[in-house]
């Protein structure tokens, strides 16, 4: 750094601060709020207004306050308990899946001596977060086609011969979590890996010179130390799963609608605004459920959950 | 120290611990060709004909076709609707590349002032950032519908781009980054050599936070490129949507899934195939290329010093 600047600007100092009285503290602050302008009207305007706006629907009708009338039809529609079920047997298989698997595969892969193997399995992992969103599920509907796909052995292992079959509906859960764990357990296996090689080293050799073993180790250290992580990692699974959409949305179309158009609760949020009814008050009551939800879970993170308190 | 390290090593030569040593192994590969399998089919699927994809005349599932194949899959591709393709990748790139920079332009100095400033709202747009920060993407959509819907501006590249450049998980790296790797005593230097806070920001924090700015620019980009949910509501004609929601549209015009399907569009399995690579190729091209980029960003609250 040439020394010549600073002191160039040292001679200015003086006509700035009289140019301008805000100094120190004051300065700062204002800076503070122009910087923050840009963001927090984008915050009000697509985060918290929107909110407000649905919490607002959701209590009226044409402008009249309605009360829980809004609630009280969403809930009482036919399609809405189904739509509960369904989001709640894919939630139970996937946050469990998830959290065993990603969990068990960032032991193995932090286990691992060989670095590049180390490095090599979480990039492979990781890749198929590329296809995050529809293409994911285009290309599993190709896997799940059992006169293209590569693993049709395995499907015919299930007495599928057809895609048809081999989407049943019975089957959807598990086919959403073997999607979603596809396009996003690389994301959490690498989190995991960070919170495991964030563990001392005095912790690990200490469980290693007492002849721990693997299993003994990972039990006993590794996980009590990053259950913060896997806390982290079942919120979050759990808000995004009940927003579960494009994967029943596109299969219902690949489906020739074998699946409703309603298999989960966003979709049925959907179609009540889109569809014959055109009912945005009820579909508003049923996006602020699953709002309420997300939220709380978010909240619960934020106040409770100890992995954001740098403040 | 090496030495007796390799004498505990050896001590660990019991058949029980190879048992579990070849188990893990064993799991670890098992999910490395559950994780690339798909991939690899996924990349020879667009260069044979329908036929050789259904292995009609006893091709392997993972065989290579021909490059001809592959050109002839493309043309045919890009020869549908006369190369609407291109337009729904135009519309892609349009949006998140106008979203990535007003992304940056807001959340950069926002994530500076959350963490460089005490001011009086701070803690409050904190907390708020955090908390839509855990709330998925998705569950904001209708809401923000309805409300875009509400000002008529439903169908406008607006509706998009500017829910798009709303991305608190931006703020929060940028708030991360700077608490962490910007000394406040740095700024101070700066501020007694005389400079105003605009000049601070933009001579001396600025040029520090370039690894942060492409990071928050890759997970903006990332997410926005593959969003479905948001343009698939907001955007209800064919012209103005993005790759995406273009690529589930295709999937109504295969003949195996809609049989009404008019012939001249429709479009085979192969061709299908082609396009899925083809919309997630920015975001894959990015992945393999900047990964490193990619685990800082996920692991930017894993790793505390």
Redesign the interface.
Known sequence: MPTAA?TK??Q??PL?LRR?PRTG?N??????????S??????L???????V??LY?SFTKSGQFVGLDNYVKAVGDFRFLPAVQHVAAFLVIWVVTLTV?AT??AL??H??RVRWLSST???????????????SV??????LNP??????FVLKWFGYTNFVQAIDLNNLPLIFTVIAF?TGA??WI??MY??L??ISNEIMEAA??DGA???KTAWYIQLPLIRK?IAYMV??SV??G??L??EP??LA??S?NQIPKHYSL?QL??VT?FGPQAD?NS??AI?MM??VV??G???F??FRGG??D?? | MTATRRS?VRSDFAP??WL?RVT?FL??GF??V?????????LL?PTKDTAQ???FHGEA??SFGSFEQLVANWNELVGFQDGRIWTWLGNSVFYAGVALVLTL???I??G???AK???????A????????????N??????????I??VHLVGSPLAVI??F??F?FG?YLAY?YF?TSVSRELLDAARI??????AV?RRIALPLAIPVVALVGFFNF?TNW????LPF?MLPGSKTQPI??G??EL??NVRE??PTTVASDSIP?PQ??LA?LI??AP??I???FS?RF??AG??A????E
């Open positions: 600073p600007k040292r200015w100092a700035r301008r503290a300065a700062q602050a204002f800076a503070a709020y122009v910087f923050s840009g963001y927090v009207l984008l915050l305007v697509f985060g918290v207004l929107p909110m706006y649905a629907l698997l068990l595969l193995i892969v286990a691992m399995a979480r990039f492979l992992f990781f890749i198929p977060g590329a296809f995050a969103g529809a293409a285009m290309l599993w509907l190709f896997l006169s293209v796909s590569p693993v049709s596809w690389g994301a690498i989190i960070a919170a090689h964030n290693r010179c073993s693997a299993i992580w919120v979050i808000a995004v009940t927003q959409f494009a949305k596109i179309q690949a020739r966003n949020a959907y605004a945005f579909s508003a996006s699953l709002l997300a939220a879970l978010a909240a993170f934020v992995l954001f740098r403040d | 505990v029980g611990r579990g893990a799991i670890a999910f490395a559950f994780f690339v399998l798909p991939l690899v089919w996924l699927a994809l259904n292995g599932s993972l332009l807001v959340s100095p926002a500076y002032a959350l400033t005490n001011f009086r709202f701070r803690r747009i904190l907390i708020s950032t955090l908390m839509v920060m855990l709330i998925p998705t569950a904001l959509v209708l809401p923000v519908f309805l409300e819907n509400a500017l829910p450049a709303f608190p703020v991360i608490s050599d005389g400079a105003g806070e605009f920001f990332v593959n969003n479905y949910f509501v995406q929601v690529l589930v999937l109504a899934i809609n399995f299908l195939a899925t919309s997630v975001v894959l990015v992945f393999l990964q990619l685990v996920l692991t609250g894993a790793t505390k």
